[in-house]
């Protein structure tokens, strides 16, 4: 199997994980991943499908700056300009772009702060983090709609090969060196997420 194939693999792979937990509704979501350095080419989600389907044209072949390679057929993912800052600026392998109820709530919860923290949990090791008092950040950005605008806000934020950003009331995006690494993210945010927002109605509810 070449490199290409494998990629594509890779990435289906964890298309289906991440439908099997329901993160792609309403055909929203996108996912990428990088095939090759020099010249930075990457696999995209092709726009507008159901992601949770498996077909021959999910993925689009794209360039540096996220534009299909000659003879692809379809449409890049809308959100394509987001991916090419990280596969632009980092060492990131994979970026994964998921909505969900939770992801969105503490989007708007902490909007107005900027980002939202966590400490003093053990998925926290998820991040490679094992002190016992410490903390992750997720910054927080507005979902303009206007995608390069949108891009160049996120870019501020991809500083590291790992990463990731909530866009308000709209989803997150997470990417890591591997694809492995990025879904594991992806999934701990997720939980803090879901944790965070049971925890906050519980405490309302028992007021
Ligand atoms: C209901 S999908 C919303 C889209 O605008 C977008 O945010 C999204 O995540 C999927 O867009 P896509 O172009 O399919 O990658
Ligand atoms: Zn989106």
């Not at 939770?102 to 909007?111: K, M």
Request: with cysteine.
């Amino acid at each position: 199997m070449n490199d290409r194939d494998k990629k594509w693999g890779e990435l289906a792979e964890i298309k289906r994980e991440l439908a099997e937990r329901d993160w792609f509704p309403a055909t929203s979501g996108n996912l990428a991943i990088k095939v090759s350095d020099k010249p930075l080419t990457f696999f995209v989600t092709a726009s507008g499908k159901d992601k949770r389907k498996q077909t021959d044209e999910d993925f689009i072949h794209v360039d540096q700056n996220g534009l299909p390679l000659p003879g692809q057929k379809g449409k890049p993912s809308a959100e394509t300009l987001l991916h090419v800052e990280i596969f632009k600026k980092t060492k990131a392998e994979c970026s994964l772009h998921v909505h969900t109820v939770d992801n969105n709530v503490i989007s708007e919860l902490y909007y107005e702060k900027g980002s939202v923290t966590f400490k003093g949990q053990e998925i926290m090791k998820a991040f490679g983090l094992w002190e016992e008092d410490a903390e992750i950040t997720v910054p927080i950005i507005a979902n303009h709609a206007h995608i390069p605008t949108l891009a160049a806000e996120f870019s501020n934020y991809v500083k590291k090969d790992y990463g990731a950003v909530l866009i308000r009331n709209h989803g997150i995006t997470v990417w890591g060196q591997t694809p492995f690494a990025a879904k594991k993210y992806l999934e701990a945010f997720e939980f803090l997420f879901s944790y965070h927002v049971k925890l906050k109605l519980f405490s309302i509810t028992n007021q």
